[in-house]
């Protein structure tokens, strides 16, 4: 089972442009200390005891070789760009970049280097168990020592190296700062998330009632909206209102009148702000629910020809294509425009083996096709019409599609799909087309968002903008980030060869950079 836990395991191709280098690349300026800086000794280090990789890897004992859009990483056009005061916290770093750069080019060398660490040692089994140990000893001890809050060696520590690489900021200014810097970069923007709010129905051990719960959710998803840009993304999860949300979850029950009325105002204020809205997926025994939850909301605010509310759809979950085929039906049937956000999975170790897919190849297939067949708006042999509906004649709805992955694969087949699309459509059938995002979480398959965008740059996509990138991070204080913190602990070691793909392409970066003096 824990073999199955690799979803998004295919990056390799990421990093296959930076190990095959042959010639001098465009130079990169970088903010370079002395040779004398920890910075140089550590890219020292990397440099004596690294082995320059073979072009060709194996996975499985099967070799691989570079997709045929492998190329849009080396198609950046000469562009300056300059991270100062706005630039992402994970530091600053002048880079010129040219037709032949390579996409990790566009990251600060401090972020290449974190990155380089922290990937490492999550590719230790050893090492990630013990830093996962660590941080439950923060989140649950009482003692001043491992209190991030009162220790501020601790303190300092944590929030230099896994605070920052996998969140936004303590504040608003803090986040809307970082916010800047990605968009600066060349992202559209973030999908944020509200630390607090990522329990699943607990709270440190401490019993809170409905009013409390409710409150202290909506207070902090509002003020999340607010401090989000127009145009970008927000996630949440219901069960964040607290153990009384999630019981109703659990029970298949509907939303109660307080709770109701606070989905209400954080949908208001997120129409007024012109937010979309990520509910996220839970465990199969509250997902009926959390499905219901959004259906309903859909309803009231996805009328305007675009997707406000969308709906998670776990793609390693074997009866996925008919769920969304059915809520395609629903939204035509009641005029509203369908929000898909395609994940792979998050609790597969907690889901019975049953409802799962017998191998990652059939949970590619079918996160492949579903996003196929919504983007063409076209029915296939993965996404089927519900109850055997015959469509010959008849296109789907439009649906506004979110693609949460970090798989390379899946990412190229996405772009290709959408460029045949423009080439071969006329503007009245794009213009029918529902929306497509891309997203990465913050800390992670960097590789797999400097290749996106890349593609940003290719001449046929600097007037349309596309593909339309977002990072996915959350924000609070160091304290509220502990429990996000220690699930992306828990992902990485779920993907651990994932893992070890990122850490590689941010080796190989270090190694370009070294070359180019």
Known sequence: MRKMAVLEGRVYTAIQPLRSISRPLHPVALCWTSTSSPTHQIVRHISASSKPAKPNTTLNG?????????STFASVQDQKIVSSSSAPA????????SPHAAPLALLPLTSILRTYLITTV?????????TSSLLHRMLKSKSILFNVDRNPLLRWLLKKTFYAQFCAGEDKPEVQK???????????????????????GEDHGKEISEAEGIKRWTDGVVETIEMSKPGSFM??????????????????????????????????????NNIRLLPAAEPQNAQKAVDDWSLRLARRYNTNGLALIYNTYQCYLKHIPAEIASHIVIAEKEGFVLGAKLVRGAYMETEARS???DTKEDTDKCYDGCAEALMKREYN?????????????????????????????SVERAMLI??????????????????????QLLGMADEVSCALLAAQKKPENVESGEPKVYKYCTWGTLSQCLNYLLRRAAENRDAMGRTKETARAMRGEILRRMRLG
């Open 62 to 70: 099967t070799t691989q070789i570079p997709h045929p859009t492998a």
């Open 90 to 97: 994970s530091g600053v770093v002048e880079q010129v970049t």
């Open 122 to 130: 999550s590719s230790s089994p050893a090492l990630l168990s013990l």
């Open 178 to 200: 970082f916010i800047k810097g990605l968009e600066g970069v060349g992202y559209n923007g973030v999908c944020l998330e509200y630390a607090m709010e990522v329990l699943e």
């Open 235 to 272: 996630a949440f999860k219901y069960s964040g209102m607290g153990p009384a949300a999630f019981t109703l979850l659990k029970n298949n029950a509907a939303p109660s009148e307080a709770m109701d009325k606070a989905l209400t105002q954080v949908c208001d204020a997120a129409a007024a």
């Open 355 to 357: 409802v799962v897919h």
């Open 381 to 409: 042999d993965v996404l089927k019409p519900a109850g055997g509906r015959k469509t010959e004649t008849k296109k789907m709805p439009k649906v506004d599609v979110f693609l949460a992955t970090h798989n390379l694969e």
């Open 418 to 439: 959408k460029e045949q699309l423009q080439r071969t459509s006329s503007s009245d059938t794009i213009a029918e087309l529902g929306e497509v995002s891309y997203s």
